[in-house]
């Protein structure tokens, strides 16, 4: 099992240092000059060619990509994004404030997920075919194919503007965070339950569910005591896609409700060519993915001991 788990964490270091070279090139292909933009809103319209020339030395723009690449990684490997060209504040100031926030946004939303997809999975897999079976499938369809966007909008003028129960935006405190969370679990929630309602269905024609409704267990009960724990692998993958999708969904949801963080810190650095820090919140999100689905992986190898062999005994 340890060399399994050694495999997968070199695996997970080399597809790091590969979407972070990708990253990277891609940001310094996008048009504009970096040192322009710094000389431009330092000097104005007096910015001249010796003044951009002599940033870009300063800051090693002028020196080939590799060697660029190379320094970016190593300074990031340490702590050190750099300054952001929005606030003029080194980024790993900002990441300090703002991924709390997210990190709030993503655990709540995660958990909530969770509850959203076991409950409707089971509930519909209890029913098998019968009413709440059917309304529960079409709930399922209409959550995972409404945008968080219209999610987030529908749930603020109806909780928010029409009722008052709770803040449109900020983070003042409990309260604040429901919508937030409801708008950003609701999609993984209705995918993951279709997971575990199909799943469910399919353990139930297996001998071991058999064997449990000869022991005079009801359906609910086989389902909980022996289809469930043979669910656990497709569920935790899929629920760790899912979740690191919702980082991408964070985005959009920390715009809508104005959270600091580091969602809203990108969509900043996007309008104000901010590469710097763009660049750096891109490296946080694969860094984000792949220890995502690098813990997935554990985690379903010491969950199910078929994936423990060795290849080849």
């Not at 997968?8 to 040192?35: D, E, I, K, W």
């Not at 929005?86 to 946004?105: D, H, N, Y």
């Not at 267990?217 to 569920?235: D, G, S």
């Not at 992986?297 to 005994?313: A, N, Y």
Request: net charge positive; hydrophobic share 55%; charged share 10%.
């Amino acid at each position: 099992m340890k060399q399994m788990i050694w495999r997968r964490l070199l695996l997970a270091c080399l597809l790091t240092l590969g979407a972070s070279a990708l990253t990277f090139m891609l940001v310094a292909a996008a048009p504009g000059n970096v040192a322009a933009l710094i000389a431009e809103r330092a000097a104005g319209p007096g910015a001249d060619a010796q003044m951009i020339q002599r940033i870009g030395e300063e800051l090693g723009l002028n020196a080939p990509l590799p060697i660029r690449y190379g320094r970016w990684l190593a300074d990031a490997a340490t702590g050190d994004f750099g300054v952001s060209l929005r606030t003029g504040k080194p980024i790993a100031q900002e990441f300090a404030s703002r991924i709390p926030v997210t990190a709030a946004l993503l655990a709540g939303g995660g958990v909530l997920a969770l509850l959203i997809s076991l409950s409707l999975g089971l509930a519909g897999a209890v029913s098998n075919g019968g009413p709440v079976d059917r309304v529960l499938h079409a709930v399922s369809l209409v959550g995972a194919s409404t945008p968080n966007f219209f999610v987030a909008a529908l749930l603020v003028i109806v909780f928010s503007v029409m009722l008052g129960w709770v803040p449109t935006f900020g983070t003042s405190g409990f309260t604040s965070w429901l919508l937030p969370w409801v708008t950003i679990a609701l999609f993984p929630g209705c995918v993951l339950s279709r997971v575990v309602r199909v799943n469910l269905q399919d353990m139930m024609s297996r001998p071991f569910a058999t064997t449990g409704f000869s022991k005079g267990y009801t359906r609910f009960q086989v389902l909980v005591r022996e289809a469930m724990p043979n669910i656990a692998v497709p569920f935790l993958t899929t629920f760790g896609a899912q979740f690191t999708l919702m980082m991408i969904a964070s985005i959009v949801v920390e715009t809508v409700f104005a959270l600091r963080g580091v969602g809203s810190f990108f969509i900043d650095a996007i309008r104000f060519r901010d590469f710097i820090g763009m660049q750096a919140v891109l490296l946080l999100f694969v860094v984000f993915f792949v220890f995502v689905n690098f813990l997935v992986d554990i985690v379903c190898i010491l969950t199910d001991p078929r994936m423990r062999r060795v290849r080849g005994s």
